[in-house]
């Protein structure tokens, strides 16, 4: 069991490393952050495996974990640069701290209206949308993956973004 528990956790790291990371630059641009926080998280999944309630969509769970996770890592680095401020008097730290916060609260902003956004899609929608954007499968594959045809596949993501940009406005 213990194994399969790791080959699972392999699995999914393996499959998912890339995604976070992309997601976790456009929250911060720290890779060493980034990095860390990915490795965290998965060491956490390892280390509470037994306490993790059932899961339904385990990719929103990863990427929803992950994002909490950087959020307290970000707060951590925030505060130990303001006290290097306090210590070495240096205001361009605490301004491009402040410039950090503000963009991360654009950027929870932009992500919580997205996801409601995104609730309102149909479930073929949000599939075509995760694997055009979320997995960056091209047309073809989307096409071949979802058993429909290339025309068909471009226009479900034409209509599902027109439906975001709807939701997002």
Do not use: C, W
Not at 75 to 99: L, M, R, Y
Not at 102 to 121: C, V
Request: no cysteine; proline share 1%.
């Amino acid at each position: 069991m213990k194994k399969r528990n790791k080959l699972f956790l392999d699995t999914l790291y393996y499959e998912y490393v890339d995604s976070l990371y992309s997601y976790g630059m456009n929250i911060n641009n720290d890779s060493d952050l980034v990095k860390d926080t990915i490795h965290d998280l998965f060491i956490d999944l390892y280390k509470y495996k037994k306490k993790l309630r059932k899961v339904e969509n385990i990719e929103s769970y990863l990427f929803t974990s992950f994002k909490h996770k950087l959020y307290k890592a970000i707060k951590v680095e925030t505060k130990v640069i303001k006290v290097s401020f306090n210590t070495n008097d240096h205001a361009t730290d605490v301004v491009s701290q402040d410039h950090k916060i503000i963009n991360l609260e654009q950027y929870n902003y932009d992500l919580e209206m997205l996801s409601n956004a995104m609730h309102k899609l149909s479930d073929k929608q949000r599939k075509v949308i995760q694997f055009k954007f979320h997995h960056g499968k091209d047309y073809p594959e989307i096409a071949h993956i979802m058993g429909i045809s290339v025309p068909s596949a471009r226009t479900q993501v034409y209509r599902a973004l027109k439906t975001l940009k709807a939701g997002i406005s």
